[in-house]
């Protein structure tokens, strides 16, 4: 697949990724066009018996939506990196799953969620991708608040050994 063919087949779903973290859709602008900027630059690198293109993709969009986040605004900071401007509903947070992004790579990450049943990767992905609170996030999934604690513990749990 040459570079044309990649941007015409991934460009809407980086943006529709992008924008779908709630980010302007200025900065989703230029935040889409670092992606492919990375992924032209390194597309040579890219081992395809290691994941699939759209993995890859995927991953670099994640990694650049998570470095806009924590150099955008001090609040954001806050929210990725702890501290006392957090309110108490957020409710249940393993904090083992921190370990897991700073132990393992991002690639081997998406790759674990990926296994995972729908409504756990989606309350995974809504708690600490979309910066949702448990209970938001439940409501959102049409569960009750003490079925996504069962949920995200048993979910963090397979993550935990598939990336052991």
């Known amino acids: 697949m ?23 859709p200025f900065d989703a ?7 492919f900027i990375k992924i032209m630059n390194n ?5 395809k018996t290691k994941s699939s293109i759209s993995t890859w993709i995927y991953t670099i969009t994640q990694n650049t939506v998570y470095t806009h986040y924590r150099t955008t605004s001090r609040a954001q900071k806050r929210f990725f990196f702890g501290g006392d401007e957090l309110s108490d ?14 132990d393992e790579s991002l690639n081997e990450l998406a790759q674990a969620l990926e296994t995972l049943d729908d409504r756990s990767r989606n309350l ?27 949920i995200i513990k048993k979910a963090f749990a397979e993550l ?5």
């Open 43 to 47: 597309l040579d690198s890219f081992d």
């Open 124 to 150: 995974i992905i809504y708690m600490y991708y979309d910066g949702m609170t448990m209970k938001a996030a439940s409501e959102k999934l049409h569960i009750s608040y003490a079925n996504a604690k069962i």
């Open 2 to 24: 040459d570079k044309d063919d990649i941007y015409k087949e991934y460009h809407d779903k980086v943006m529709r990724y992008i924008l779908g973290k709630n980010i302007s």
């Open 160 to 164: 935990r050994e598939k990336l052991a």
């Open 89 to 102: 509903d957020i409710g249940f947070v393993d904090t083992s799953f921190d370990n897991i992004l700073n």
């Open 29 to 35: 602008e230029d935040i889409c066009q670092s992606v």
